[in-house]
């Protein structure tokens, strides 16, 4: 796959392709707006915290959410009418991982929100790739040297959400105040939690 895969070009892509929706009458600009509002209200990073709390708690959730990230996240109502897959990626205390899209910005937007700027930038989406420690260290991210980094690159099939390792001392805690914990950053892989 070849081509301009910039911020530029692609708002400029979407935007023809709103004009093209209007012009032939398939939508109107009001009811493209609705679409894009209704779509966007239930996107949020508490819904991927929600997730990561009930696996740090129900065991037999985690290893269902590890072997098929979409049926999962739909039996909590995420990813409902979603095409892509959702696969989610377990950090351990030997394995962390980081997710990125190096040709857009490709990410589960109902269970993560809208994406942060620099997860679009360009200087992120090559540089995870090429130097993930340091990247993760620019975030306050300074990971053991034996801890193995595995970058995961989404797509427009499959997106990925990083299941961050439970904090010590949390065993005391109900699900909600778990949850309340987890940040964007942590299931996005630049952040420990």
């Known amino acids: ?3 301009d895969h910039s911020d530029a070009t692609i708002a400029q892509r979407v935007r023809r392709l709103e004009t093209l929706l209007e012009e032939k009458g398939v939508l109107s ?3 493209l707006d609705e679409t ?3 779509y966007l209200s239930g996107a ?3 819904n ?3 997730v990561v709390a009930r696996a740090w708690t129900d065991p037999d959730y985690r290893s269902r959410l590890l072997a098929d990230g979409t049926a999962a996240v739909r039996e909590l109502g995420f990813m409902e009418g979603s095409y892509q897959r959702l696969r989610v ?3 351990t205390p030997g394995t962390h991982n980081v997710i990125v899209c190096t040709l857009c910005s490709c990410y589960p937007l109902r269970l993560l929100g809208p994406s942060p700027s620099w997860y679009k930038s360009e200087a992120y989406r090559s ?3 090429r130097e993930p420690r340091a990247v993760l260290a620019e975030f306050g991210l300074d990971l053991p040297a034996g801890t193995e980094i595995t970058v995961w690159d989404s797509s427009a099939e499959t997106r990925y959400m990083v299941l961050p390792r439970r904090p010590e ?3 005391g805690l109900r699900e909600e105040q778990l949850a309340a914990l987890v940040t964007r950053k942590a299931l996005i892989g630049t952040a420990a939690v």
């Open 1 to 3: 796959m070849s081509g």
């Open 29 to 31: 600009g009001a009811q």
């Open 36 to 38: 894009v509002d209704a």
């Open 44 to 46: 949020s990073p508490a």
């Open 48 to 50: 991927g915290a929600r």
């Open 89 to 91: 990626v377990e950090n």
């Open 127 to 129: 540089r995870v790739v």
């Open 169 to 171: 001392g949390t065993a």
